[in-house]
């Protein structure tokens, strides 16, 4: 066996890989074999780091050196000068590790300093893609407690001790879940794992598959034993394809182990795992749709009950949870019910992964501690809002969610705040707004989006949610009404109360939520015609100030249609009814004399 | 996998490969100047030696690192061995072949190789 001196992890998340981390791994095999290292020095390519926004990113272990947007360029210094010689390439170093002269350690950072990585534990520090460095950290160790000490009750008590509730949005207790199932008398049973992760902005789960896909394959067999079931699938959709490789590669690894299939760990227990592609339909997510589309149907979601802890896949029994709520599995049992529940508020126990995205410094995955505010996360960890611009409001649970305005921003984040603040967990986005974002805009995004992605089952969702877009668009362009607002808010309840699935009722969330805090700018917008943050293209107006104009005409011959007109060397004026707002003059004016209203 | 003893089995052979990913890899640290001095006076053939030696005896724990150069360059190739409570100890003027000897006597049966030292040489 030959002895590796130092290892280079490089980020392969889907992130970096946006951003060349293929090409820099190259260069860095290359760069190695040059200098004779290739067998003292190992590159692994890990999953994500969560600091997406600095990619590519590498860490130089045994020093932990954090390098950050590294170019294939740099990877020769990288090789000769640190590898080779040991002098760490400091211009290279993300800057907040720099202190003085030494480096500071990845976890002292602001970025990491709050967080505590329970699910994300090993993404970034392991090779997914062998099962040996996941053995090496604790792995499949869960999987022999449970099998050779714990009864399957034993496993259900443990898990419903820890508090453990579930991450894809609903927050339902985990434990409890599979005590229904257990209770279910039947000789087939199915354990199903819910990857579809449809809200848009979010990406833990695809991110936890990517860095770590065995902790969720052993959190699944554990499901199984403490059930009763023998078979698993899991659903992910079609647009994650690092995440369906490694996922795939993990399940044949654990099969050649022996850790999936007949008799594992020498009992009698038996778990095999298959995946299932969605074809990324946002209803599919939606846990009767999602079984429904598992066997090879059209993904549609029935009533419920039966509930599927009943009448699941294909009749059967079944559980589904979350990707990350089964990486905080294999934790429980290793460290135990008490160490899980030591961490977080009283009724959001552990912590939570959140892919932050929006106008913020750090946009990455970050994991904290349940009960964190909205405060620290933004300023904190996320480093603040970028251009000295003003935070507005942070829009959790995406469709199914709703905005949390500056003056709750040290609300703390679990399950049951965020609810009584109109808004929700869901399963983990958290885009941040600043003062250029118009929050009626906002909600019609959202709103667009399930209009397109209602499945047309259900007449409350697939015909409300389009009169009430059809509102907001009306309101955007100025040609809304106060009665608007009412009747607006009126529909919005009528489709909560009356859609079959979660899809329809929820969707008028974004809508009250964001009538809730920014009433003043829905007004704003109907009485006043006036875009408060200048976003609505109707409500807005490009004007010349006639102070600044110099009358050199450039804002003429650049306007498109022709609505700039005026005397050289005296100011111009812009036609309102000819301009489009495309905002060409004011890029284009030397002399800022060109403002939006 | 028929058993845990299997499982522990594959977790030992595969610990000595990430332990200086771990977080409290306590291990014992050799550092091998490998600045221009030292890569001159011959660091670079040293340093494959300690890699070759503790992956030949199969030693976990233990990491191979370079530093930059401490001033003493008529003294290299300098290898310091840092070992968890204990006092640092620089050799000085190493070879491949006194690398074995160090890895043997001072990393293995922790004792130092005292003819070697920075004291021994000033
Ligand atoms: C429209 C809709 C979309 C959903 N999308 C997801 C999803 O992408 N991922 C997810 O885990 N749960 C999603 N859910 C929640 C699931 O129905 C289900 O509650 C969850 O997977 C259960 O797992 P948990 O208890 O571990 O959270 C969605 C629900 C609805 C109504």
Redesign the interface.
């Known amino acids: 066996m030959d002895m590796v001196r130092a290892h280079v992890l490089c980020c392969g998340g889907t992130g970096c890989t946006s951003s060349g981390c293929e090409a820099i791994i190259k260069e860095m095999e290359t760069q190695l074999a040059a200098n004779g290292l290739e067998k003292e020095i190992k590159v692994i390519k890990t999953g994500c780091f969560g600091l997406c926004a600095l990619g590519p990113v590498m860490i130089v272990y045994p020093e932990g050196c954090f390098y950050s947007r590294v170019q294939a360029e740099d990877v020769k210094e990288i090789v000769e000068e640190h590898l080779l010689k040991g002098r760490i390439v400091k211009r290279l170093l993300y800057k907040e590790t720099i202190e003085e002269d030494k480096i500071k350690s990845l976890n002292e950072v602001d970025f990491y300093k709050k967080q505590k990585r329970i699910a994300l534990r090993n993404c970034g520090v392991i090779d997914p893609e062998n099962i040996d460095e996941y053995i090496a950290f604790d792995g499949y160790k869960a999987l022999g407690k449970c099998l050779t000490e714990l009864s399957p009750t034993d496993v259900i008590e443990e898990i419903k001790k820890s508090g453990l509730r579930g991450r894809g949005g609903g927050g339902f207790p985990t434990g409890l879940k599979w005590q229904f199932a257990a209770a279910s008398q039947n000789e087939k049973k199915y354990v199903c794992c819910n990857a579809d992760e449809g809200d848009p902005g979010a990406f833990m789960d695809r991110s936890i598959l990517e860095g770590d896909p065995h902790a969720v394959i052993e959190a699944m067999a554990i499901a199984g034993y403490a059930i009763g079931a023998d078979q698993g699938y899991v659903y992910i959709r079609a647009e994650y394809p690092i995440a369906v490789k490694r996922l795939q590669i993990a399940i044949d690894q654990a099969k050649e182990y022996g850790l999936l299939g007949k008799g594992i760990f020498g009992t009698d227990f038996n778990f095999d795992l298959e995946i299932r592609l969605g074809a990324g339909a946002f209803v599919c997510g939606e846990e009767t749709a999602l079984m429904t589309s598992i066997e090879g149907k059209r993904g549609e979601p029935r009533p419920r009950p039966p509930f599927p802890a009943v009448k699941g896949l294909w009749e059967k029994p079944t559980i589904l949870n979350n990707v990350e709520t089964y990486a905080n599995i294999p934790q429980i049992i290793n460290n135990g019910a008490d160490w899980f529940g030591s961490m977080g508020t009283e009724k959001s126990k552990g912590t939570k992964v959140f892919a932050l995205g929006g106008k913020i410094n750090n946009t990455g995955l970050v994991e904290i501690p349940m009960g964190t505010t909205l405060r620290e996360i933004v300023e904190e960890i996320g480093g603040g809002i970028p251009n000295g611009k003003k935070f507005k409001a942070a829009q959790t649970g995406g469709p199914s969610g709703g905005c949390i305005p500056a003056h709750l921003m040290d609300t703390p984040i679990d399950y049951d705040s965020l609810i009584a603040i109109g808004s929700m967990m869901g399963s983990g986005g958290l885009i941040v707004m600043d003062e250029d974002n118009c929050m009626v805009d906002i909600a019609k995004f959202f709103l667009e989006f399930t209009v397109d992605e209602s499945c047309g089952k259900c007449t409350p969702c697939r015909i409300g949610t389009r009169r009430l877009l059809e509102l907001l668009t009306k309101i955007t362009e100025g040609k809304g009404t106060m009665e608007d607002i009412d009747k607006m808010e009126e529909l919005c309840y009528s489709i909560k109360e009356s859609s079959l699935c979660g899809l329809g009722q929820t969707a008028p969330n974004p809508v009250l939520s964001t009538l809730r805090y920014f009433r003043d700018e829905y007004e704003a917008h109907v009485r006043d015609k006036v875009c408060p943050a200048g976003v609505c293209k109707a409500l807005s107006k490009y004007m010349i100030d006639p102070e600044k104009c110099k009358g050199c005409s450039l804002c003429a011959r650049q306007c498109p249609v022709g609505a700039i007109s005026g005397e050289v060397r005296s100011p111009f004026v812009i036609a309102q009814d000819k301009c489009i707002k495309c905002g060409a003059c004011m890029s284009g004016c030397k002399f800022g004399a060109i403002y939006k209203k | ?4 003893a299997e ?1 522990q089995e ?2 030992n ?3 000595n ?2 332990i ?2 771990k ?1 409290d ?1 306590q291990g014992v ?1 050799v550092v ?1 100047g ?2 221009t001095c030292g ?1 001159a006076a011959g660091a670079r053939p040293v ?2 030696a300690f ?2 030696e ?2 030949k005896r ?2 976990s724990n233990v ?6 150069c401490i001033g003493a360059c008529r003294l290299e190739p300098i290898v310091e061995i840092i070992a968890p409570n204990e006092e640092k100890v620089t050799y000085v003027k190493m070879t491949p072949e006194k690398a074995a000897r160090v890895v043997a006597e001072h990393i293995v049966n922790k004792q130092v190789v005292t003819e070697y030292t920075i004291g021994a040489a000033e």
């Open positions: 996998m028929k058993s845990l499982l594959i977790r052979r595969t610990l490969n990430i200086m990913r977080e890899g640290r091998v490998m600045a890569i340093m494959s890699v070759e503790l992956a199969n030693l990491t191979v690192t370079q530093m930059g």
